[in-house]
């Protein structure tokens, strides 16, 4: 198969730009222009094109795309313009950005620069710079030139770059860099107008309707304490953090903070409504999605933009400013944004789901064989949990607030989680426990299930091998390298991470540990900086990590027969004839219960929904 690399220069000024606009706005928008483009076959020269639309096309069709793949650096943008303006699909689609950020972790520099200089190949040029404002007619032939010289230099260095990290790169995540892309770069989904235009009248009235009734001030806004109150009064806790100059808790309101963008998100409508009008902003981020939508609606198919390896533990995440990863799901007006996303006519689209698999995946790894064993028999877990709980023998017994009970601390203790966090959990969902009931309640987890309070101690002894090898310790003989089911994860001391199923790392850069009150704590190198890390912590980490590796094999096997168009969390959602609807979801059920042979004895399950909307797709 042939590879060939290709890089498009276009058209940008200061308010017609990917800084400004979102990719799928940029490309299909009306100032749009291509200026030339380097493409590179296999290991030959690379030759730079520049003319009209038309001789453009021209050039492009005179290579054989069907059967080779496509090479770019940000193939989402390049793909997109090759596919959508020139209508060019290659077989196969590659990215040396998507592969940089699995290979060298998210918080490492993507950009072709800093990968040039990581890998010491060579200097991007900064001629771009000079092409700010000008059309393809405003070069003159010597600028031209240059251009295509600086385009040249950025196909060598993409092509470069993929022979020094692609040669390795696991072949499995090759095809799910690929089948990631083609969510975005061949759209096939359609969005219904009339529904997102009475949505967006319903969510502005909606706002208005919210300020006036929350009687929100200037002052009360812009006013820490005053803000803190008002989120209060919507049952929301005020986001906190450690100031970096008093190193004292203060309130996490800049627009920076994490607590904050969380507000920003939230599921209630009325904190994102409070959260934006501190910031000044007019809209909500239902109402400034809405408006995306229907301005997509008009340009053509809604493109699913899903960055691949978008967290350190490798799941996938939102992307072009849509965030398809956390539509709203809840109640009538909640599902409006997702029962406006259609399957094409003649078609449905189903939504299958993995059920539990964090806790599924928890049970294995650790060697909790009675709870994978009921896991794998169909037992209702949470009455299960609920039994010792409450000291009730006949599962039957068991009432519908024990239940609940029983599930939330199936979902939410695997991890560590302290008592105090745990009665916060359970207060958002209208429960009220007393601290000494949670801290007995806890007990009885962990001693119930006692072999996953052992994985977290052993995953401590972990960190302590990754984070003691920076300083030049030798406690190798101390410790196994394999933590967990054997032959599932391998810690790798001289790379400081794990090697995951995958073949690619869990990364921990910089781990550095320091004596704290109850022993040895951890911390790793961010961007935002240091992030502490503990065993419990580490166990979540590989968890959600190995539970990314299988429905990534999973949605692949999927692809094999019917279309894959988007994959939030753990579900995947497919796009199949409507006439083919019932054996379709029955292969999809068949591939989202299928486990890699490294993960044999998992027990994983699903379910699914189907319907001619993303928002009918009932589970």
């Known amino acids: 198969m042939d590879v060939i690399t290709v890089d498009f220069e276009t058209f ?22 291509v200026i030339g483009v380097g493409v590179k076959l296999n290991n030959g020269p690379t030759e730079w094109a520049s003319g009209t639309h038309k001789q453009l096309q021209e050039y492009l069709d005179g290579f054989y ?31 040396t950005l998507c592969i940089a950020r699995a290979l060298h972790g998210v918080e490492v520099g993507g950009s072709l620069k800093a990968l040039a200089d990581r890998y010491n190949i060579g200097e991007k040029g900064t001629e771009i710079e000079a092409a700010l404002g000008k059309r393809r007619e405003d070069f003159t032939k010597e600028a031209l030139s240059r251009y ?30 690929d089948l990631t892309l083609r969510m975005f770069i061949e759209p096939i989904l359609e969005l219904d ?46 986001p906190m953090k450690i100031s970096p100059t008093t190193e004292k808790e203060t309130f996490a309101f800049a627009k920076t903070d994490q607590g904050f963008v969380d507000l920003l998100e939230h599921k209630d409508t009325r904190v994102q409504t409070l959260a934006q009008a501190r910031l000044g902003n007019k809209s909500t981020l239902e109402e400034t999605r809405t408006q995306r939508f229907i301005d997509i609606a008009g340009r053509g198919a809604l493109p699913i933009p899903i960055k691949y390896y978008a967290a350190h533990t490798g799941r996938f995440g939102g992307d072009d400013k849509i965030n398809m990863q956390n539509l709203p799901s809840r109640g009538v007006n909640g599902k409006k944004l997702k029962r406006s996303i259609l399957a094409p006519k003649g078609h449905v689209v189903i939504d299958c789901d993995s059920s539990q698999i964090e806790a599924r995946v928890l049970a294995w790894l650790a060697g909790q064989e009675n709870l994978v064993t009921a896991f794998d028999n169909g037992e209702d877990v949470y009455k299960q949990m ?25 979902l939410g203790c695997g991890y560590g989680m302290g008592y105090e966090r745990f009665v916060d959990q359970l207060r958002t969902f209208g429960v009220d426990m007393e601290e000494a009931e949670a801290q007995r309640v806890i007990k009885v987890y962990r001693d119930t299930y006692f072999h996953i309070p052992n994985l977290w101690t052993n995953a401590s002894y972990t960190l302590q091998l990754l984070a003691d090898k920076e300083v030049g310790l030798d406690i190798s003989e101390l410790f196994t390298t394999e933590l967990g089911r054997k032959g599932v994860l391998e810690v790798c001391p001289e790379l400081g991470a794990i090697k995951l199923p995958s073949g690619l790392l869990l990364r921990y850069d910089d781990l550095r540990s320091a004596q704290g009150e109850r022993g040895p704590e951890y911390t790793y190198q961010t961007r935002k900086g240091r992030v502490r890390i503990y065993g419990a912590k580490l166990v979540e980490n590989i968890c959600q990590a190995i539970a990314r590796c299988i429905i990534a094999e999973q949605m692949l096997k999927i692809s094999k027969r019917y279309r894959t168009v988007l994959t939030v969390h753990d579900s995947v959602l497919s796009c199949v004839l409507a006439e083919q609807e019932q054996e379709a979801r029955a292969y999809i059920e ?24 993303y928002g009918d797709c009932e589970l």
């Open 12 to 33: 940008y000024s200061k308010t017609y730009s990917l800084t400004k606009m979102t990719t799928e706005e940029y490309i299909r928008g009306e100032e749009f222009q």
């Open 65 to 95: 795309w069907d059967d080779s793949a496509l090479l770019c650096h940000n193939t989402m943008f390049d793909g997109a313009i090759l596919s959508w303006l020139f209508g060019i699909r290659p077989r196969v689609l590659l990215d």
């Open 148 to 177: 295509g010289d600086y385009c040249i230099n950025d196909v060598e260095l993409t092509y470069e770059l993929f022979g020094l990290m692609g040669n390795t790169f696991p072949r499995t995540e090759l095809k799910i860099i």
């Open 193 to 238: 107008v009339p529904l997102l235009e009475d949505h967006l009248k319903d969510v502005k009235q909606g706002k208005r309707q919210l300020i006036a009734e929350a009687g929100v001030t200037k002052t009360a806004l812009m006013s820490n304490l005053k803000f803190a109150e008002l989120l209060g009064s919507l049952g929301v806790d005020a």
């Open 386 to 410: 609920a039994m010792p709980i409450y000291n009730v023998e006949d599962e039957e017994a068991i009432t519908k607030p024990q239940r609940f009970v029983g599930k939330t601390t199936i």
């Open 590 to 613: 068949e591939c989202m219960r299928w486990v890699p042979v490294w993960a044999t004895g998992l027990p994983i399950n699903c379910e699914s929904g189907v319907g001619v909307n």
